[in-house]
């Protein structure tokens, strides 16, 4: 997750500089992130809650994490952020218009893989100059409207995931124990607030 949210730092400052191609693939690259992150996440939530002695059990050692198989392989690029927008599609009810589809064009769990191709294909497109028929495009013809969106969004799924983590943890018996990642919290605070709502 410091990952994650430190590309999207990089991006904001990218995006400041008039490189805004490049911010958009950094934006998806932090959606891979928060995939794997999440995915590691799964596998070790209750052993990691065991030392924080929540509902009223005592504090235990923690538990082994077994690394889960698509981390320890190579899982294509592709895959990580369909489940990253898998994710983010889930939180319309909380920030709004989560996804990135057109205004008022929900994002159907059958149209996540096309979704992700598409995100894969911003993300090629923000560093190379790229020809698709008769059609040449550049990273350097990115506007910055056409990456605050993303930007945001990307903070506000980041930031809800480390909500659920900080809320897992709240009914620790000893508050010592809890693992924070209020910095995390803060930062992204600090890049939501370092551009104009699009």
Same mark, same amino acid.
């Given at each position: /997750?410091?990952?994650? $949210?430190?590309?999207?730092?990089?991006? +904001?400052q990218l995006a400041a500089l008039d490189?805004?191609?490049?911010?958009?693939?950094?934006?998806?690259?932090? !959606?891979?992130?928060?995939?794997?992150?999440?995915?590691?996440?799964?596998?070790?939530? +209750?052993? *990691?809650? /065991? %030392?924080?002695?929540?509902?009223?059990?005592? %504090?235990?050692?923690?538990?082994? $994490? *077994?690394?889960?198989? %698509?981390?320890?392989?190579?899982?294509?690029?592709?895959? *990580?952020?369909?489940?990253?927008?898998?994710? &983010?599609?889930?939180?319309? @009810?909380?920030?709004?218009?989560?996804?990135?589809?057109?205004?008022? @064009?929900?994002?159907?769990?059958?149209?996540?893989?096309?979704?992700?191709?598409?995100?894969?294909?911003?993300?090629?497109?923000?560093?190379?100059?790229?020809?698709?028929?008769?059609?040449?495009?550049?990273?350097?013809?990115? #506007?910055?409207? @056409?990456?605050?969106?993303?930007? #945001?969004?990307?903070?506000?799924?980041?930031? !809800?995931?480390?909500? #659920?983590?900080?809320?897992?943890?709240?009914?620790?018996?000893? %508050?010592?124990?809890?693992?924070? &990642? #209020?910095?995390?919290?803060?930062?992204? /605070?600090?890049? /939501?607030?370092? *551009?104009?709502?699009?």
């Amino acid at each position: /997750m410091a990952n994650a $949210v430190s590309l999207v730092r990089d991006a +904001v400052q990218l995006a400041a500089l008039d490189s805004c191609g490049r911010a958009r693939t950094l934006a998806v690259v932090a !959606m891979e992130e928060l995939a794997k992150a999440r995915r590691l996440y799964q596998a070790a939530e +209750v052993a *990691w809650s /065991m %030392p924080l002695g929540l509902y009223g059990s005592p %504090p235990e050692e923690a538990a082994i $994490v *077994w690394v889960p198989e %698509p981390l320890r392989g190579d899982q294509e690029a592709r895959a *990580w952020v369909q489940e990253a927008e898998h994710y &983010a599609a889930g939180l319309d @009810d909380f920030w709004g218009r989560a996804h990135w589809g057109e205004e008022g @064009d929900p994002v159907e769990s059958a149209s996540f893989e096309a979704l992700a191709s598409q995100r894969i294909a911003e993300k090629r497109g923000g560093l190379y100059v790229q020809r698709t028929g008769d059609a040449v495009s550049s990273p350097l013809e990115v #506007e910055i409207e @056409d990456v605050l969106g993303d930007l #945001e969004r990307v903070c506000k799924v980041l930031q !809800m995931h480390l909500i #659920e983590d900080h809320t897992r943890q709240q009914g620790a018996s000893d %508050p010592t124990r809890i693992d924070s &990642a #209020e910095d995390l919290h803060w930062a992204l /605070m600090k890049l /939501m607030g370092a *551009w104009p709502p699009p």
